[in-house]
T-cell receptor, first 112, second 110 residues
């Protein structure tokens, strides 16, 4: 089925470990985004990508790395996880910049 | 810089009562405005959007919002809520990147 899928849905890791969250979309949307959702902060943009091989920082990029070698995939890597990165992470995609985003179901990450 | 402020973090309301969720924004450029809804343990989905034209925008599930440029507001309303409307609602703006407010938790009680 067409859509946007995230994996894993749930992940527990330890401080200092590397973690990669995967995001895959089947619509061939140009734009893809990573947000984190924390109580009291709403959704904050981590990174976004306007096309394959084009990425840019959002509001809270520190500690995260992204890549976009293919249009349909946009993985998010925490190179050395910290407790403050415990959060729910949402991937989203859109055709353009008018703001109609399509979201995945989220990846809940716990860093111990 | 752009910002979005949702004035109420929680709104409790009884079933069949009207509701208004308030959203103010700040931007030095023209923006598009959105409301998204998030049901428990799910991602966000678009409720309605204002891009241009009529300032009264109708969305899914009987919701509507009014864009007020002079007051820089985009309040969401529904004349009669249902239990199934219990969710978190996010106001968002974009002049390029989509910026979200902190969310309003709508709790509909029987």
């Amino acid at each position: 089925d067409a859509g946007i899928t995230q994996s894993p849905r749930y992940k527990i890791t330890e401080t200092g470990r590397q973690v990669t969250l995967m995001c895959h979309q089947t619509w061939s949307h140009s734009y893809m985004f990573w947000y984190r959702q924390d109580l009291g902060h709403g959704l904050r943009l981590i990174y976004y990508s306007a096309a394959a091989d084009i990425t840019d920082k959002g509001e809270v990029p520190d500690g995260y790395v992204v890549s976009r070698s293919k249009t349909e995939n946009f993985p998010l890597t925490l190179e050395s996880a910290t407790r403050s990165q415990t959060s729910v992470y949402f991937c989203a995609s859109s055709e353009g910049t008018t703001g109609e985003l399509f979201f995945g179901e989220g990846s809940r990450l716990t860093v111990l | 810089a752009q910002s979005v402020t949702q004035l109420d973090s929680q709104v409790p309301v009884f079933e069949e009562a009207p509701v208004e969720l308030r959203c103010n924004y700040s931007s030095s450029v023209s923006v598009y405005l959105f409301w998204y809804v998030q049901y428990p343990n799910q991602g966000l989905q678009l409720l309605l959007k204002y891009l241009s034209g009529s300032t009264l925008v109708k969305g899914i599930n009987g919701f509507e919002a009014e864009f007020n440029k002079s007051q820089t507001s985009f309040h969401l309303r529904k004349p009669s809520v249902h239990i199934s409307d219990t969710a978190e609602y996010f106001c968002a703006i974009t002049g390029g990147k989509l910026i979200f407010g902190q969310g309003t938790e709508l709790s509909v009680k029987p």
